[in-house]
């Protein structure tokens, strides 16, 4: 089969940071491609030059092989031109201008609860308008679909009564995980556990709780922290840095890093014995496959993770981490203290490392949409 992935931000190999959804596009291509399929990716070239710009003194953005820079209003008849069987795209963000597609399928990744995500982010005053707008772009993209697919099986209920809601509650749907290419573990060996915060900071995000459990092993030497700052090109308005985080970063058990790449970003990942990913509940923590940390699992790296979300279960099946209440010290200060036994810890690496090779393996990811493509297109 022909299939083109629409991807709804840059993706890795263009030499950018990269977020969620364009992880989400490239590690589908390389599932796909694995399976013998002819994979193209595209990316709208306008979020492109937005991203470069916030990178001075770049380079324009690399086009790596299989990846091609259009405007979202000539998807259409890329696709057509090029004799597509299949179109999937992230999210809703790009559907109302896609245009004619010809008998190419159209399948909606339902990858994120991104009207859920917006209810939290938005502005009081704006909240109400951007939500109603985002709506109407989700069910006309659903009601002009052929399939869709959920990251996660803990959506699957709320993508449901979306299909309803669009008049499409019969379309198909598979449960299509996110897709990393496994990455070995080689953390540092210098007698400390190097522990890891990733990800742009957010108004979920929760500093203080597991900082304080952290600390007395930061400053006893046994540890050492990684944050990586930074925000993204779209982001209206950063996420101030808290005076706790300001405040460790100020000493010598911690280091700051900048935005880099997604390769410098998961070699610096797999160095690291623990990743800490802890936030505040609400309506789309609940059915977040989050990224930040299936990128830790997929590098092998043991998580503490709070006990709510897609990835939850996961990481508990394979004692990969430690699954935390938001604002439980004990429970904290218990897993960074079995973070520096070393049978422990092995262990914890090795469910991580049998979670990405089971699960977010892009050749095992893929499989469910496959099988729904080919059952129609093939068939």
Known sequence: MKITLLANDVVPGMGLPVAAPGMRAWGLAIGLRSAGHDVNVLVDERVAMLAWRTRPRQMPPATPRGVALVRTADVGS???????????????????????????????DFFAPKVLELAEQAMPEEREERVARLTASKLAGLARSDYVIVNGEKKVPYVRDWLARAGRADMPLAVVNMALPPMRPRPVQDGRIHAIVSGYLQPWSRIGPWLSAMRPFLYDGSMVLHVLLGSHWGQEEGVPLPRELREILSTEAATAH????????????SRCHVNVDVFERNDERELAMVTRSVTALSCGVPTVHVPFTEVSPLIERYDAGWLVEEDDLGQMTTAFQQSLD????????????????????PTVAVVPLLKMLEGDIDG
């Open 78 to 108: 890329w696709v057509r031109a090029h004799g597509s069987d299949a179109l999937v795209v992230t999210n809703s963000n790009h559907i109302g201008v896609l245009g004619d597609l010809g008998r190419c399928k159209l399948v909606y």
């Open 258 to 269: 900048g935005a880099m790449t997604f390769d410098d970003f998961r070699t610096l990942m």
């Open 342 to 361: 070393p049978e422990i810890l092995a262990g914890k690496r090795a469910g991580a490392e049998r979670l990405a090779a089971e699960v977010f393996d």
